[in-house]
């Protein structure tokens, strides 16, 4: 093996122990054997553990977001720009969302609005934030806001799909309990009003983050099967979030306010109906397809052989 084989060969095997450590340690805290951390603390600072999770999703997503945007021939400080634009708005976005929601919690101790470290993000918050940044960015730099919707909107299942796990560490985002095979321990000081005798839950936030990742590889196999049209990978990653915030919902202990869903469940349905809506607008204006190579066109004028011999008149007879 070469020097390059031999690197690549110490990662795959470095990747897997990490992930096997990983495993028994998510099974042991899952399992209620080991009390579930909320921090590290290397000498006099504390690290929390849900900030971690945020900030490694944000770090990977950066690290996607070059990859598409060399696909969709996009230059690289199009990933710093959205990067810097993106992530202190979204925070604030999805924190006032989340504040807003449970305001008089907030008005009885302000000072805990700042404390996010402690979790409370509204993931439909940042979705409002970055449609704005999408238009207002690309009306500046004068490009398809569809084009760079389709580039970078992939980039977002890997950050929540990442950062779902800052959930875990914080015990929270979990559903109704369970005595199933898939459930986890949830302390007595994070078990949700009423549910205080139940030892395990529906680890909620575990099937949003999985459910992030299939979605990506889903999105990626049509994108690379040429079955979009430009500015579908970005509908799609709207639309599929969506259904799949939808059914996951289910599972959560959530207040039902109209038809038995809940708010964030309304949220995502429009959301659904809106892009729906936006897809069926758009294929009707797409442009007529091509039959081997060539543009079908809308015929305006017809062209009359002149060597062809007038019509005999006395032939023709009225009727």
């Known amino acids: 093996m070469n020097k390059k084989q031999v690197y690549l060969v110490i990662l795959l095997t470095l990747s897997l122990l990490l992930l096997t450590a990983g495993a ?67 925070l604030i976005s999805t924190r006032l969302a989340y504040v807003l929601l449970n305001l008089p919690y907030y008005l009885s101790d302000p000072i805990k609005i700042f404390y996010i470290w402690e979790g409370g993000l509204t993931l439909h918050g940042g979705i409002v934030v970055a449609v704005l940044i999408l238009y207002f960015y690309t009306r500046a730099k004068k490009i398809s806001p569809w084009r760079v919707g389709d580039a970078f909107a992939p980039t977002l299942f890997i950050a ?119 897809f069926v607008l758009r294929r009707r204006q797409q442009p007529l397809p091509l039959v081997e190579g060539v543009k079908l066109e809308t015929v305006t004028t017809v062209e009359i052989d002149k060597t062809v011999e007038p019509t005999n008149t006395d032939e023709v007879t009225e009727t």
């Open 24 to 90: 028994y340690y998510v099974y042991q805290f899952f399992s209620g054997n080991l009390p579930t951390p909320q921090s590290l603390r290397l000498g006099p600072v504390e690290i929390r553990l849900y900030s971690v999770c945020i900030l490694l999703g944000v770090l990977l997503s950066y690290a996607f977001g070059f990859w598409r945007a060399k696909i969709y021939n996009f230059s690289p400080s199009m990933v710093d720009d959205l990067l810097l634009l993106g992530v202190p708005l979204g």
């Open 160 to 278: 929540e799909g990442i950062g779902r796990w800052g959930n875990f560490f914080n015990q929270e985002l979990i559903g109704y309990p369970t005595t199933g095979f898939l459930r986890m321990f949830v302390a007595p000081a994070f078990r949700p009003w009423g549910y205080q005798t139940y030892t395990f839950f529906h680890p909620v936030f575990l099937y949003q983050s999985v459910a992030n990742f299939l979605l990506l590889g889903l999105v990626l196999y049509l994108e690379h099967k040429k079955k979009f049209k430009e500015g579908e990978v970005l509908l799609s990653y709207f639309f599929l979030h969506s259904l799949s915030r939808i059914l996951v919902e289910f599972m959560r202990i959530e207040p039902r306010i109209f038809i038995g869903l809940s708010l964030a469940q309304l949220i995502s349905l429009a959301i659904i109906l809106i892009t729906t809506v936006i």
